[in-house]
């Protein structure tokens, strides 16, 4: 499984920007898929997760209600859709694939993606 993230950028605070995660494999339908950030100094931690059939996703406290995360297994494609950016988001986000485990949101990532930048600055 490849996997390879795009779409970061530098915005100001308030603006929008959508991260899209296109990944290889046959059976990505199957994959849970989840972003996770990295800021300068802080630990990799996981921002938002989706399941097989897109039925349940997961959100960390700190992006509910302004990220969506959603999937096109036709495109073999994860997104991330990011709202109301704050510059408390800035960090490298890393999309990863969870191949093992369908029903597993929080653990088991074994596929990462390179990571791409998003600034949030005014």
């Known amino acids: 499984v490849q996997l390879q993230a795009y779409g970061g950028g530098s915005v100001q605070p308030g603006d929008s920007l959508k991260l899209s995660c296109a990944a290889s494999?046959?059976?990505?339908?199957?994959?849970?898929m989840g972003w996770f950030r990295q800021a300068p100094g802080k630990e990799r931690k996981l921002v938002a997760a989706?399941?097989?059939?897109?039925?349940?996703?997961y959100y960390t406290d700190s992006v509910e209600g302004r990220f969506t995360i959603s999937r096109d297994d036709a495109e073999n494609t994860a997104y991330l859709q990011m709202d109301s950016l704050k510059p408390e988001d800035t960090a490298v986000y890393y999309c990863?694939?969870?191949?093992?485990?369908?029903?597993?949101?929080?653990?088991?990532?074994?596929?990462w993606g390179q990571g791409t930048q998003v600034t949030v600055s005014s």
């Open positions: 494999g046959r059976t990505f339908g199957l994959y849970v």
């Open positions: 989706i399941t097989w059939s897109g039925r349940s996703t």
């Open positions: 990863a694939a969870n191949t093992r485990d369908s029903r597993s949101l929080l653990v088991g990532y074994d596929y």
